[in-house]
């Protein structure tokens, strides 16, 4: 097998605000093709980094290549060759769905008629075709990020960066983003994302990059990570609010490879969740609610940094 | 690959100039499709705007003045007096609202900036596009004050036809380093209202728009020389009235042109700490 084409590579990138480390030394590396994701919590160095590979912002030190260019020297020709999803829109919202595909063509130089073609296709692609001549402003949540996708294709980008694509999203309308990217990738393009949800990450990435305080904790496909740093199934465990301190004592007892206590959940990391929920009630244990179900990178999560996701 | 890519630093067959120009270009397009919706309003204040003025100051306050007398500001009558001193102050005008609001609301608002920095355009084109689109503004809105000036038989030289690159140069020495501020607001716009109440009114009725900055006091003059507006006033009125020195032109249009020039390095700068940061 001929090896992979790398498209990004950083080595010890750092970016600092004043005293303010927000990526501290990071090794990574971008293959041509692969869809690949940063998930970590809000304030882990997720944008940070999506910033620098969009050669918006300047690393502080370290090294970084994108498309074989440095973004310090040579930012326009690869910002040329990117197509970016920021985490907040960035639409015109009083012009129509089309004339913000207009202009952002035109931003990357492109005719007018080679945009105008783009545009029936991508908004067919993005499900907004019938809303092509109205205005943005009254479009739905999902409907505007869905623009945005459209929008960072224009350019028929090499790499395309997404990040938090769905944060603010409802369920439905998640999933329709997620169906799209998924598509994306089928299509071949690259991508990089950003997210805090482990269900985001699983279904879209190839291979992740858990983040924590501007650091990478781990580094593999979804499968693996939960392999290496879980158990195959999870037991967990709701108790009275009175029973809880006590309960989680008595726990210990049980043979698992772990135990989480949380807030309102005990965690017991097992191989077999059913005989272990056996265990608990042979210890004169009787839990409110009990559930067993597969290990999740929300595990994998709190294993590397003893915080949930959504905790931040 | 189909998009025409920027050329970078190493394979740049143009010449940085010609990249620069072509790049504020795609950048001042935006502006221009935004004005799209809404050049039919801007259109009816820019003709009422001078109407209006000219109508009460210069016509029905001017025939008081004419009467008591116009030799404080030297024998002509007071609505020949007023309209070029008026031209150059509605470009300050026309600068001012195209730059502190549009630039705070394509910065923080709606984030257009942030979306055309992804592109291949820089901070710097950015800035320069949205210049571009003020100076077309400007060239708009003194073209119709002219032709409403010549209408209300307020020109006394043909030296008046250069009021129109004087003004618009007048109103880019106040755009330049207005954008370059507003692009630095990152918390609210309150610092607007200060340059509204505390800098253009006072620019407005101070810098010999409605009477000779020799009726001020002494100390307060050094002030006004100082403003650009003073300086386009002072250049439109001696074209319009065709008492032109020719020193004192040139002093005044490279005043404003060093103003207008330090605005754009300064934009450069402030642009980019916003945009690339």
């Known amino acids: 097998m001929p090896e992979p084409e790398i498209l990004i ?91 913000n595909l207009l202009i952002y063509g035109r931003y990357f130089g492109l005719p007018r008629d080679l945009i105008a073609e783009r545009t029936a296709s991508l908004l067919e692609f993005v499900q907004l075709a019938e809303r092509a001549d109205d205005p943005v402003e009254p479009l739905s949540g999902g409907m505007k990020r869905r623009l945005t996708i459209a929008r960072s294709l224009i350019n028929d980008p090499e790499i395309l960066i997404l990040d938090e694509p769905t944060t603010g999203l409802d369920p439905q309308a998640r999933h329709v983003v997620w169906d799209r990217l998924f598509r994306l990738k089928q299509q071949g393009v690259t991508l990089i994302l950003t997210t805090h949800y482990m269900d985001e990450a699983e279904q879209l990435c190839d291979r992740l990059v858990v983040m924590d305080g501007g650091r990478i904790a781990a580094e593999d496909s979804p499968r693996e990570l939960i392999e290496r740093y879980s158990t195959r199934e999870v037991l967990e465990l709701r108790f009275d609010v009175a029973d809880h301190e006590q309960a989680a004592d008595k726990l210990a007892d049980v043979p698992a490879e772990r135990i989480e206590v949380l807030a309102d959940r005990i965690l017991l990391y097992v191989d077999n969740g059913d005989g272990a929920l056996t265990v608990v009630r042979g210890l004169g244990l009787e839990p409110l609610t009990s559930l067993v179900r597969r290990s999740t990178l929300e595990d994998v999560f709190l294993r590397l940094t003893g915080r949930r996701l959504e905790d931040g | 690959m189909t998009a025409s890519v920027l050329p970078s630093r190493t394979d740049l067959p143009r010449s940085q100039l010609a990249a620069s120009w072509d790049m504020s270009v795609r950048a001042f397009r935006f502006w221009l499709v935004d004005y799209r919706r809404t050049w039919r309003g801007s259109i009816y204040s820019s003709v009422l705007n001078p109407v209006l003025y000219l109508g009460a100051m210069g016509l029905a306050l001017g025939r008081l003045v004419d009467q008591h007398g116009t030799a404080s500001i030297g024998r002509v009558s007071y609505l020949a007096f007023l309209a070029p001193g008026l031209m150059a102050a509605s470009a300050m005008q026309t600068a001012v609202g195209e730059s502190l609001y549009p630039v705070y609301t394509a910065v923080k608002w709606q984030r257009t900036y942030q979306a055309a920095a992804s592109t291949p355009l820089r901070p710097g084109d950015i800035f320069r596009g949205h210049v571009l689109f003020t100076a077309m503004r400007l060239t708009m809105n003194m073209t119709i004050f002219l032709g409403i000036m010549a209408a209300f038989g307020a020109i006394r030289s043909a030296w008046a036809v250069a009021c129109l690159p004087v003004a618009v140069l007048t109103g880019l ?29 006072p620019l407005f009725l101070f810098s010999g728009t409605f009477f000779p900055i020799t009726q001020l006091p002494a100390w307060i003059r050094p002030i006004a020389y100082a403003t650009p507006l003073w300086h386009g006033v002072a250049l439109c009125r001696a074209l319009s009235l065709g008492t032109v020195d020719v020193a004192a032109a040139l002093g005044h249009v490279g005043y404003l042109i060093v103003i207008a020039a330090l605005g754009l390095a300064w934009g450069q700068r402030t642009y980019r700490r916003r945009l690339h940061v």
């Open chain 1, 9 to 99: 590579r950083a080595h010890d990138l750092t970016k600092r605000f004043g005293d303010f480390t927000a990526v501290d030394g990071i090794d990574f590396e971008l293959r041509r093709g692969e869809a690949f994701g940063f998930l970590g919590p809000n304030g882990a160095g997720k944008s940070s980094t999506m910033r620098m590979i969009g050669c918006v912002s300047p690393p502080s030190a370290g090294e970084l290549t994108i498309l074989g260019k440095d973004p310090r020297t040579d930012g326009p020709a690869i910002r040329a060759r990117l197509g970016v999803v920021p985490q907040e829109d960035t639409l015109d919202v009083e012009l129509t769905v089309r004339e």
């Open chain 2, 173 to 201: 020495a106040f755009a330049t380093p207005l954008d370059a501020f507003a692009v630095t607001q990152s918390k609210n716009d309150q610092a607007f209202n200060v340059i509204f109440r505390f800098g253009m009114i």
